[in-house]
């Protein structure tokens, strides 16, 4: 079909979604006004959808194996658990991604996550650059991208933080970040969300603005992450995880984790397929054709 129809037809897709997403929970959002949904997942099966995420970085990761074993979806809800495997004594936990499927420039994009209960370990709601990994002098986010954490929660700290980083993880990296005191809710759900424009991001907590900035403001497509890690022994992350993970097992707190109602994308209406990548246009012709 032609671009104009295919841009129609994610406008429409987009109006439809957002009507269905009005009775889908009661946990205030943010969508900005005249946005319109570009992609979803609302876990529906028992399964995890392989043609919307593929499992990310599996094998040793930081103080945990990654493992598919980890993610599951069941009852119209992604969990990622940290657990203890015995046999194998070690922590396995879990991560997905779109890289391979949907990638946007600019939007809004939002999650509905249950936060852990325990110390030890985080998670993580978060979008990458494909080339987050160049590093240039001087530092130029807008080309090769930054990671932009719309949420990653300590439960022992009782902190949310968002954070951005760029130009690398090595000898050039370069992060900001809005740490802040944040009470988890009686039943653990929250919603979170950015509104990443050319020009800058807007942070948000159950529709609440938490962080603006217009620092390493990427201008190009990036995908979507969740995550659940666990910090590497003997280094800062330890602390900065919030508690011990061998007490937490220890004491029983474990296969502990997130669970994930929804994750969302939008644009503005109408539709711009120039923000999309090209995982995104195939995703939108997929839907089209069914």
């Not at 399964?47 to 194996?65: C, F, I, P, V």
């Not at 979008?127 to 930054?146: C, F, K, M, R």
């Not at 439960?155 to 000898?171: F, K, P, R, S, V």
């Not at 508690?243 to 474990?254: K, N, Q, S, T």
Request: glycine letters at 12%; hydrophobic letters at 30%.
């Amino acid at each position: 079909m032609s671009i104009r129809d295919l841009s129609l037809w994610c406008i429409t897709v987009g109006a439809v979604g957002v009507v269905a997403m009005t009775g889908a929970t009661t946990t205030t959002a943010a969508v900005p006004e005249g946005y319109v949904l570009t992609w979803e997942d609302q876990f529906e099966g028992d399964a995890l959808d392989e043609t919307k995420w593929q499992h990310r970085d599996q094998g040793e990761r930081r103080g945990a194996y990654n493992v598919p074993e980890a993610v599951s979806v069941q009852d119209g809800m992604l969990s990622i658990r940290t657990s203890y495997n015995e046999d194998e004594q070690r922590y396995e936990t879990g991560m997905i991604g779109t890289r391979q499927t949907f990638q946007q420039k600019y939007g809004y994009f939002e999650a509905r996550i249950r936060l852990q209960e325990q110390g030890g370990h985080w998670s993580a709601f978060w979008l990458q650059s494909p080339d987050i990994h160049t590093e240039v002098d001087p530092p130029d986010p807008a080309t090769y991208g930054a990671e932009i954490d719309v949420m990653e929660y300590r439960h022992a700290h009782a902190d949310m933080q968002h954070a951005l980083h760029w130009n690398g993880y090595e000898d050039g990296h370069q992060t900001i970040n809005e740490e802040f005191g944040f009470e988890r809710s009686e039943d653990g759900w929250h919603t979170f969300g950015v509104h990443w424009t050319e020009d800058s991001y807007t942070f948000y907590v159950d529709g609440e603005e938490t962080w603006h900035t217009t620092t390493a403001v990427s201008q190009r497509p990036q995908y979507m992450i969740l995550s659940q890690e666990v910090p590497t022994p003997g280094t800062g992350e330890v602390g900065w995880a919030g508690g011990d993970l061998d007490e937490v097992r220890d004491a029983g707190g474990l296969p502990d984790g997130m669970d994930v109602d929804y994750v969302r994308a939008y644009i503005p209406e109408p539709g711009s397929l120039a923000l999309l990548g090209a995982g995104g246009l195939v995703l939108l012709r997929r839907r089209r054709d069914r």
